[in-house]
C-alpha cells in the first residue's frame, strides 16, 4: 500500500513499476501489528471489521487487543480478543463486546491487574456477553468471563439523560495497604483503587448517581472492607475532581483522555496519600473553545480503618501548569497521552518526571513545549522544558500526539504515536532530549540480524540462521529456508528458542543432502531439547536424533563455527564438553550420532573462541581466538592433523583473532581482526599458503580507520573472492561492508553493493552470491537481514590444486577427503617442538567445594610441569544483564551468567603438586561473601603457550545452631 495516490503503472521484465504521489510504500497490514524496538514487524493474525483501539501484553509475549473489529485471524471476536506468542488467536478466550443504542461497541482500554489476576475494560458497551456491564468491566483473563463480583457501573442514566454517550479513555489501578480482620486478626493487604478517566458525567449502581466529570475512582477486584467484607465494584463518593463543567442535556464539558496514579507518595499509620494525574480537554463554557488539559491531585484515604476520602484536594503548584491552546478555535485541543517515570540517578527526595503529549503549543502560558512537553511531577511541579519536541523529529505544528509508551528494554527511550508522518518517532529522556533514530517501517526480510548462511545445492536452497523472529512477518524464528527464487519455503519452520530472558542466536549453519546441521547459543529446536547444537532435517525442520550436547563451566557455551567432510562435522566455538567428552573449544563428531571421535586437539587461551573451522588439503585450518592449538602454541589460527589431532609446523602466527577462513587452489584465506598475519602486514584479510602458511600477494587492504574495522564472513568463486564485514574501504577504493576481489592480488571488483551496516556471513550457490547481517539497505535498495545477487557470481570454488601441501586432492564440494580420526590419548608433540617448553599448568581443585563461613580454611591444589611462579584469580559468578557490546546487531541487553574478577594473588610453586591456604574466608584483603567463584590459574609469565586451569566452589552460610 502507499500512502498518497498511485497515477501510473506499468509492468516489465517481470517487475511492476508504479509512480504517484506518494512517499512511502509498505506491506498492507490491517489495523493491528506486532513491531519489535526496532520497527520490525512480527507474526500477528489479521483484524478486520474495525480498529483496534487498545493492546496490552499478557507477559508472556502474547497480546490481549480491543477496539471495534468483529473478526481476528479468521476467528469471530467482536471488540476483544487475546493473541498467543505465536501469532495465534486464543481459542478460549471469547468475551463479546456488544452494542450500545444500535452503535458499534468501542474497547478503548484495557488494564491487567496481575496481582489480583483480572483484566479491565474500559469503553462505549452496555454488555459484556449479554450481561449488563456499561463501559467498564472486569474479566477473567482466561477465558474471558465477566467476573461477578465487580457488578455493573453505570456512567449515566438514559432515562434522565436520553442523548448521554459516555465512554471510558483510560483505567489506572493503584494498590494501598489497608487493615483488615482476617479469622478475627488484625492483618494489613492490599486493596486495588481503579481510577477511571472519560467523557461521563455521573458513577454509581443505580439511583442516585454521583454527579462527575470525566474522573471517577471504584474499589477493584478484590477489595475488601475492613472486617474484610466485600468492596468490590463499589464507586467513591467523595472523590469528584473539577475538571469541567457539565453543561444540560448531557453535553460534557471536559473530557479525560488519560489518567496515572502515581502510587503512594505519604503514608502513616491512620493516612495515604496517592499523587493522581489527569490529562484531556476542558471547555470552561459552553461556548467556548477547547483549552488542553493537565492536572494532579491529591486522593488521600484520611481514616484507613473506615476508608474515608478526601474531597477534591489539588496541588495547588499545578495552577499554572496547564498548558494553553492555539489562537482561535482548536478541534484537537487536548493532553491525550501522559506517562510517569523517574529520572536517572542520582534521584533524590524520590522526584518524578510527567511527560504528557497531545495538542497544544506552550505549558503555562509562555514555556514552548509543541505537542510534547514534561513537568516535575514530585516532589514539586515546576515548569520544566522539552527541547526536542515532536516537531523536531518531523511531527509538524498539526500533527498531535495520540500515545506515549517507554520502549521495551530501554527506560530512557520514550515512543510517541501520532498523527505525523513517521507514525511513531523515539526521543531520548535524558538531556538535551536528542531524537533517537526513528524506526523504520518498512516490509522487513527479516526482523533482526542475519548471523549465518548455508547452501544446498541438491535441493537448491539457501538457509538463514540469526537472532531474528520473522521473515516477511511470518514466524521464523532463527532459521528460515529459501529457495532459488529468494521465496520463503512454506511448511519448513523450525522454531529455535532460548531459555526465558535469553533470546536464542543462530552462529552458524552446515547443509547435507538431507540434514542441516544448526550451532549457536539455544535450548529447543523445533521442540526438542537441543542446547547449542541441533540437526534439522531439510524436508521437514523437525529436529534430528542428532544431540551433541555442548556445554561450557560458565554456563555460555556457544557454537560458532560447522564445517562438514564426509561423515565427520567438525565444530568450533566456546565449549568444555561436547559430544559425551571433554573437548576445548573444538571437536569432532560423528555427524550421523553426535558422538565426538578421538580428534581432540583443544584451542586454549584467556577467553578462547573458535570462530572458523576449514577441512582442506588434508588438514583442518582453524581460526579464533586462542594462543595453544594442537598442543604447540598457535596465535589465532592453526593447522591441525586430521588423524593426530597434532598441529602442523604451518603457524602463520596472526596478532589477533581470525574470524573467517577460505580456500582457492592452494591459497588460505583468513579475515578477521587482525594487523599482521604470515610474516607480513595485513589489515582484516590476507592470502596464506597452504603448504608453508606465509603471506601471498593477495592484499585488499582494508582500511583500518573504520571504528571496529574486520573481515567476519569469506566465500570465494572461481574469479572472486567475497568479503562481508565492516570496513568503508579496500585498497583506498569505496566499499561498504561487502566487496569482491579478484584471488590473485586482491584488487577490488566493480560490484559494490553498499551495504549499510555490518555483513556476518556469505554463500555461494545457484550463480549467485547470498550475503546476511544487519543491514538494512544496499545502496538505494532496501533489504533488511538478507540480500541475494543474481546471476554471473560465479560457481563456488570446485579447483583441486593444493600445490606443496599433503593429503589427497578435494572432492567436488571443495572439501578434501581427510583419514579418519584417530582414537584416545594427547598427540605427540611434532618434530619441530620447542626443547625447553613454558611451565604448564596440569591439575587444579579446590577444597571444600562448599565452603561454611567460619568453617575450615579453603585450599587450592595444583600441580606444575615445573617451578614457576602463578597467578591466582579469584572470580565470582553474577547474574544479570550482558554488557552492550558495540553495533547495531547487539541492540538489546540480555540476561547471562558470568564470572566477575574479585581479587588475585601471585605464588611461587615448585615442579610438581602444590598447595595454598585462605584463613578467615579471606583473599588478600577481601572476604569471600556467600555465592558461587571459580579460581583460575596460570604460569607467569603469561604467553601463548600457557594453560589457565580453572576450579569451581561455593560459599555458603554457616549452619544456625
Excluded at 418 to 434: I, K, R, S, Y
Aim: charged share 15%; glycine share 12%; hydrophobic share 40%.
Amino acid at each position: 500500500m502507499t500512502d498518497g495516490p498511485v497515477r501510473a503503472i506499468t509492468h516489465a521484465g517481470g517487475r511492476t513499476y508504479i509512480g504517484g504521489e506518494f512517499t512511502r510504500v509498505g506491506k498492507r497490514t490491517g489495523p493491528g501489528v506486532v513491531m519489535s524496538p526496532s520497527g520490525a514487524l512480527r507474526p500477528f493474525p489479521q483484524v478486520v471489521g474495525g480498529d483496534v483501539r487498545a493492546a496490552i501484553s499478557d507477559g508472556s509475549g502474547g497480546w490481549y487487543i480491543g477496539g471495534t473489529f468483529t473478526s481476528v485471524g479468521g476467528h469471530a471476536r467482536i471488540g476483544l480478543a487475546h493473541v498467543n506468542a505465536d501469532g495465534s488467536v486464543d481459542p478460549a478466550f471469547r468475551p463479546k463486546a456488544l452494542t450500545a443504542q444500535n452503535r458499534p461497541a468501542e474497547v478503548n482500554v484495557l488494564l491487567l491487574d496481575r496481582s489480583n489476576d483480572v483484566l479491565y475494560v474500559g469503553g462505549l458497551f452496555w454488555q459484556i456477553d449479554e450481561e449488563p456491564h456499561q463501559n467498564v468491566a472486569a474479566l477473567r483473563p482466561g477465558d474471558g468471563a465477566p467476573i461477578p463480583e465487580f457488578g455493573t457501573l453505570t456512567l449515566c442514566n438514559p432515562s434522565q439523560q436520553p442523548a448521554c454517550l459516555p465512554a471510558v479513555h483510560s483505567l489506572d489501578v493503584a494498590h494501598v495497604n489497608l487493615p483488615v480482620t482476617v479469622s478475627g486478626s488484625p492483618t494489613s493487604r492490599p486493596q486495588p483503587l481503579l481510577f477511571l478517566g472519560g467523557t461521563f458525567t455521573q458513577l454509581g449502581p443505580a439511583d442516585p448517581l454521583i454527579e462527575l466529570h470525566g474522573v471517577g475512582v471504584a474499589w477493584g477486584v478484590g477489595a475488601v472492607d475492613s472486617t474484610n467484607s466485600p468492596l468490590t465494584g463499589r464507586p467513591i463518593s467523595t472523590w469528584k475532581p473539577a475538571v469541567g463543567l457539565g453543561a444540560s442535556g448531557g453535553v460534557v464539558g471536559a473530557g479525560v483522555h488519560d489518567v496515572e496514579a502515581g502510587g503512594p507518595v505519604a503514608e502513616n499509620a491512620t493516612d495515604t496519600m496517592l499523587a493522581v494525574y489527569l490529562s484531556g480537554w476542558n471547555k470552561p463554557t459552553a461556548t467556548a473553545d477547547r483549552r488542553p488539559l493537565l492536572r494532579a491531585y491529591q486522593f488521600r484515604i484520611t481514616n484507613r480503618t473506615t476508608r474515608a476520602v478526601n474531597a477534591d484536594t489539588r496541588f495547588g503548584s499545578w495552577g499554572t501548569t496547564e498548558p494553553s491552546a492555539a489562537t482561535g478555535a482548536c478541534t484537537e485541543c487536548a493532553v491525550r497521552a501522559i506517562e510517569l517515570v523517574e529520572p536517572p540517578a542520582p534521584n533524590p527526595a524520590g522526584k518524578k518526571w510527567l511527560y504528557f503529549g497531545g495538542d497544544f503549543t506552550h505549558v503555562a502560558g509562555s514555556v514552548p513545549a509543541a505537542k510534547l512537553g514534561r513537568i516535575d511531577a514530585i516532589p514539586n511541579a515546576s515548569v520544566t522544558t522539552f527541547a526536542a519536541t515532536a516537531t523536531a523529529v518531523g511531527a509538524g505544528a498539526s500533527a498531535p500526539v495520540r500515545s506515549l509508551a517507554w520502549s521495551p528494554g530501554d527506560p530512557s527511550t520514550l515512543l510517541a504515536g501520532g498523527l505525523f508522518a513517521e507514525g511513531v518517532v523515539a526521543l531520548d529522556t535524558n538531556p538535551p532530549h536528542a531524537a533517537r533514530s526513528a524506526p523504520s517501517w518498512e516490509a522487513p526480510r527479516t526482523d533482526t540480524s542475519v548471523d549465518a548462511l548455508a547452501h544446498d545445492s541438491t535441493a537448491s536452497a539457501i538457509y538463514a540462521g540469526g537472532d531474528f523472529r520473522s521473515v516477511d512477518s511470518r514466524n521464523r524464528a532463527g532459521l528460515a529456508a529459501f529457495d532459488s527464487a529468494g521465496q520463503l519455503v512454506d511448511g519448513w519452520a523450525p522454531i529455535v528458542s532460548g531459555p526465558p530472558g535469553d533470546p536464542p542466536l543462530v552462529h552458524s549453519l552446515a547443509a547435507s543432502n538431507s540434514t542441516l546441521y544448526v550451532g549457536g547459543r539455544f535450548s529447543h529446536v523445533a521442540g526438542e531439547p537441543r542446547r547449542s547444537l541441533a540437526g534439522v532435517d531439510a524436508s521437514s525442520g523437525a529436529a534430528t536424533s542428532f544431540n551433541p550436547s555442548p556445554a561450557a563451566d560458565d554456563g555460555a557455551e556457544d557454537v560458532l563455527a560447522l564445517s562438514l567432510a564426509g561423515t565427520t562435522l567438525y565444530v568450533g566455538g566456546a565449549f568444555d564438553s561436547i559430544g559425551g567428552h571433554d573437548r576445548a573449544n573444538l571437536a569432532a563428531l560423528d555427524a550421523g550420532s553426535g558422538a565426538a571421535t578421538g580428534w581432540n586437539p583443544g584451542a586454549q587461551g584467556l577467553g578462547a573462541q573458535v570462530h572458523a573451522v576449514l577441512p582442506a588439503c588434508g588438514q583442518v585450518y582453524v581460526g579464533g581466538r586462542f594462543n595453544r592449538a594442537g598442543g604447540q602454541e598457535r596465535a589465532n589460527v592453526a593447522a591441525i592433523d586430521p588423524a593426530t589431532s597434532a598441529a602442523t609446523g604451518w603457524n602463520p602466527d596472526a596478532d589477533a583473532p581470525v574470524l573467517a577462513l577460505a580456500r582457492y587452489g592452494p591459497t588460505i584465506y583468513a579475515g578477521g581482526l587482525f594487523g599482521r598475519i604470515g610474516e607480513a602486514a595485513r589489515q582484516k584479510v590476507a592470502g596464506l599458503s597452504a603448504a608453508g602458511g606465509h603471506a601471498t600477494a593477495f592484499n585488499p587492504a582494508i582500511n583500518a580507520q573504520t571504528v571496529g574495522a574486520s573481515v567476519r564472513a569469506l566465500a570465494v568463486s572461481d574469479s572472486a573472492v567475497y568479503l562481508g564485514g565492516r570496513f568503508a574501504n579496500v585498497r583506498d577504493e569505496p566499499r561498504a561492508n561487502l566487496a569482491s576481489a579478484d584471488p590473485s592480488q586482491g584488487t577490488p571488483t566493480a560490484w559494490n553493493p553498499a551495504a549499510d551496516a555490518t555483513v556476518y556471513a556469505l554463500a555461494l550457490g545457484d550463480g549467485a552470491v547470498y550475503a546476511g547481517g544487519t543491514f538494512e539497505s544496499l545502496g538505494a535498495a532496501a533489504n533488511r537481514g538478507l540480500a541475494a545477487f543474481g546471476s554471473g557470481a560465479g560457481s563456488p570454488f570446485s579447483g583441486d590444486a593444493c600445490l606443496g601441501t599433503s593429503g589427497s586432492s578435494d572432492s567436488d564440494t571443495g572439501l578434501s577427503e581427510l583419514p579418519a580420526p584417530t582414537a584416545g590419548g594427547t598427540p605427540p608433540p611434532p618434530a619441530n617442538a620447542k626443547s625447553a617448553p613454558p611451565a604448564q599448568v596440569s591439575a587444579v581443585a579446590v577444597t571444600p567445594p562448599r565452603l561454611r563461613m567460619g568453617a575450615r580454611p579453603l585450599t587450592i591444589r595444583f600441580t606444575l610441569s615445573r617451578a614457576a611462579r602463578v597467578r591466582l584469580r579469584f572470580e565470582r559468578r553474577v547474574v544479570g544483564r550482558c554488557p552492550r557490546r558495540r553495533g547495531a546487531r547487539n541492540d538489546r541487553r540480555r540476561r547471562c551468567v558470568r564470572y566477575v574478577r574479585f581479587a588475585e594473588v601471585v605464588r611461587r610453586g615448585k615442579r610438581g603438586r602444590n598447595r595454598v591456604s585462605f584463613r578467615g574466608q579471606r583473599v588478600r584483603q577481601r572476604r569471600l561473601v556467600r555465592g558461587r567463584y571459580r579460581v583460575k590459574i596460570a604460569t607467569l609469565p603469561l604467553t601463548r603457550g600457557s594453560s589457565v586451569l580453572s576450579a569451581k566452589f561455593e560459599v555458603v552460610s554457616a549452619r544456625r545452631r
